[in-house]
């Protein structure tokens, strides 16, 4: 089975600085993987994926993650904080199989932007 | 468009009880999957409904079962609830599948309290 490893439950940093969220992954064929984000008492939000057309994927709100498959890993990052940032963040990868596909998710990183 | 909504908002039950949770799917999708979300914790996938059939399933007991109707909506059951049942449980839907590659879109979920 896939699974996701989100590496920190809670990252501070300060407005204007740079973010980064670590996304760890296991899978035996090419995974699928995704970036949600989950403001507080609300549904999830995708930022944006990896569907294997090129590494380096731009999500919305000024995110991006690059796909490094020597390293397993699929870090989001984004050149400078905004207070509205803050916010719980998941890493996610598509098991994809005969016709359907579901999401396993890390367990979630928390944003927290500091003035 | 509406995106995909959830119904109640907020539930209170006690434990034995039995509860039903609805979702309305994303214009145009036809899959609806259904997550888990304990506090401090990533969704974990329960099950998903295609066709108006359990498609797939997640490490989840008997206790919990699904519906999914012609128009696409669905319908999540819990019955004999647990304390650890109290969570909050999200809806996805996503359009025909695409390999793996396709997008869930989530609502913004329903908090089950059990007591």
């Known amino acids: 089975a896939q699974s996701v490893t989100q590496l920190g439950s809670h990252v501070s940093v300060s407005e204007g600085a740079l973010v980064l969220l670590r996304c760890n992954y296991s899978?035996?064929?090419?995974?699928?993987l995704f970036w949600y984000v989950q403001y507080p008492n609300q549904g999830l939000q995708l930022l944006l994926k990896?569907?294997?057309?090129?590494?380096l994927v731009k999500g919305i709100n000024g995110f991006e993650a690059e796909f490094k498959k020597s390293e397993t890993s699929f870090h989001l990052t984004k050149p400078s904080a905004h207070m509205s940032d803050a916010a719980e963040y998941f890493c996610?990868?598509?098991?994809?199989?005969?016709?359907?596909?579901?999401?396993?998710f890390g367990k979630g990183t928390m944003l927290l932007v500091s003035p | 468009d509406a995106g995909v909504t959830q119904s109640p908002t907020h539930l209170i039950k006690t434990r034995g009880q039995q509860v039903t949770l609805r979702c309305s799917p994303k214009?145009?999708?036809?899959?609806v999957s259904w997550y888990q979300q304990a506090l401090g914790q990533g969704p974990q996938f329960i099950f998903q409904?295609?066709?108006?059939?359990?498609?797939q399933r997640g490490n989840f007991p008997d206790r919990f079962s699904g519906h999914q109707f012609p128009n696409y909506s669905s319908e999540l059951n819990v019955n004999a609830l647990l304390l650890g049942d109290s969570a909050l449980y999200l809806c996805?839907?996503?359009?025909?599948?695409?390999?793996?590659?396709?997008?869930?879109?989530f609502g913004p979920g329903t908090r089950l309290t059990v007591l």
């Open positions: 996805a839907s996503s359009p025909e599948w695409s390999g793996g590659t396709d997008t869930q879109y």
């Open positions: 899978s035996s064929v090419p995974p699928y």
């Open positions: 990896y569907t294997s057309a090129a590494t």
């Open positions: 996610a990868v598509s098991e994809a199989n005969s016709g359907y596909s579901t999401l396993t």
């Open positions: 214009s145009g999708h036809d899959t």
């Open positions: 409904y295609y066709e108006e059939e359990e498609r």
